[in-house]
């Protein structure tokens, strides 16, 4: 029925206020010294702040009108958000730091950004929850296969392990927050208006994405047919984070779709028993 959650009552949204990388520089190819791999990763960051933001603001105007859990929960979801956006703003900044020029990835972010502010509220809530399904599919793929983020030094690789965590924290609270909103339209328009604004941000995101790992990689002449086919297989092929994408992002087209369908709670609680605040040991 429509507003339906399969959100689990129990889950906690928690509130770490983290911080990674602090004191420290950073290498120019940080990701295991591969320019592909750290080119795609810091493409991925240019986007987070003003994306991050976007979220916070497209959710916020709904807030007053939920009831518990759920308005507690976007609170909790837009502190966990306001803290991934101070992160990487200070993740990008050590870019620059390395010698990238990352002004043009954070340009093009933001005019995708500025087209999406001129739609409808309830398109950017439907945006919100689009883009929301891709980071948390994202997030469980870093999660789930060490791989991915195995090589990369270790400040980065637990910034985007914590950022991953969070991400599968509240991979719902944007969805539920549809469903609440638009609670009285008719199930083939709520699941029309959905799918239509999937396959847009879809196309819009890999445009992005690709765009600034482009650009970035000419920054270190790297931006050849040999270091994409390295770069596409590693996300296409094993460990496959973007193929991880693409198969979650059909699977938000089928009607009665819900993030929490896949309970990966063990798999959070795994990686923070590996991860501590930054300046911590990990308990044994």
């Known amino acids: 029925m429509a507003g339906r959650t399969h959100t689990p009552s129990e889950l906690a949204i928690n509130k770490r206020d983290w911080k990674f990388g602090r004191g420290e520089s950073t ?21 987070f702040p003003v994306g991050e933001k976007f979220f916070m603001t497209a959710i916020r105007p709904y807030r007053d009108d939920t009831a518990e859990p759920l308005r507690s929960q ?5 502190y966990q958000e306001s803290t991934h956006s101070r992160e990487h703003l ?5 870019a620059r730091e390395a010698g990238y020029d990352i002004q043009p990835a954070e340009d093009r972010a933001a005019r995708t950004i500025a087209w999406a502010r001129r739609r ?18 994202m997030a469980h793929a ?9 090589p990369a030094d270790p400040q980065a690789r637990n910034m985007w392990r914590w950022h991953a965590i969070e991400e599968i924290e509240h991979k719902a609270v944007a969805y539920d927050t549809w469903n609440h909103a638009t609670r009285d339209m008719p199930r083939l328009r709520r699941w029309l208006l959905r799918s239509v604004v999937m396959a847009t941000a879809s196309a819009r995101l890999h445009y992005v994405l690709f765009r600034n790992t482009a650009g970035l990689l000419a920054q270190d002449c790297s931006n050849d047919w040999r270091t994409w086919l ?27 779709f819900h993030p929490w369908k896949l309970d990966d709670r063990a798999l959070v609680a795994s990686a923070l ?12």
């Open 27 to 47: 290498r120019r190819w940080w990701h295991g010294g591969d320019p592909g791999r750290t080119a795609f990763y810091n493409a991925l960051s240019s986007t």
């Open 142 to 150: 870093a999660l789930a296969d060490p791989e991915h983020l195995g």
């Open 230 to 256: 390295r770069l596409l297989g590693y996300l296409y092929r094993r460990p496959g984070m973007m193929r991880v994408v693409l198969v979650s992002m059909i699977g938000y087209f089928r009607p009665g």
């Open 120 to 137: 409808p509220p309830i398109v950017q809530l439907a945006a919100t929850c689009a883009l929301e399904h891709f980071t948390a599919a």
């Open 90 to 94: 200070f993740f990008n900044r050590q």
């Open 273 to 284: 028993a590996t991860l501590a605040p930054p300046g911590e040991a990990v308990a044994a």
């Open 74 to 78: 976007i609170d909790d979801f837009m």
